[in-house]
């Protein structure tokens, strides 16, 4: 029974040390990044590009420029502003993901783990009973040559 149970403690620790690993890159280590254009800068600059640049309508904008309006120290305004962006997009991602998931649905209407939509109901001890299992499909009445292999089962 435990080999088909996902595991949840195991999963939890993963989202964790991603979302910590994602705030401290974002909040402490982009501080040290490089100032210099990347290389797509660098071609527009070489080649006159960059000249007929405009500013685009988000240059106001509380984040603008990887930095946070109102906040004088670089390190702080930068770290801040990867701190929001992560927390962002954390929430953006996890809420897209909560509104498109699968939620497989019985015939009753409840779930694949015997719960109703809403996540009340039985869970899948109460919702199938060990006495329900017709008799063949009980532990204790298993015939052992239903434990082999199905291409060894046609050799009979």
């Known amino acids: 029974m435990s080999a088909t149970r996902p595991q949840a403690p195991r999963t939890r620790l993963l989202w964790i040390t991603g979302v910590l690993t994602a705030l401290l890159l974002a909040g402490v280590v ?3 990044a490089s100032a210099s254009p990347d290389g797509l800068e660098k071609v527009a600059a070489d080649h006159g590009i960059d000249k007929t640049v405009e500013d685009h309508a988000a240059k106001d ?3 603008a420029d990887y930095q946070t309006r109102d906040i004088g120290d670089p390190r702080l305004s930068g770290g801040l502003a990867g701190v929001v962006g992560v927390g962002a997009t954390l929430a953006l991602g996890t809420g ?3 509104l498109v998931r699968r939620r497989p649905q019985g015939t009753d209407g409840q779930g ?3 719960r109703g939509a809403d996540g009340q109901g ?3 001890e109460e919702a199938h009973p060990e006495d329900a299992r017709p008799e063949s499909a009980r532990p204790e009445n298993a015939r052992p040559e239903d434990a082999r292999p199905a291409a060894a089962q046609g050799e009979r």
């Open 112 to 114: 694949a783990d015997g």
């Open 30 to 32: 982009s501080y040290y």
């Open 61 to 63: 904008s509380p984040l």
């Open 122 to 124: 039985a869970g899948p």
């Open 96 to 98: 897209l993901f909560w």
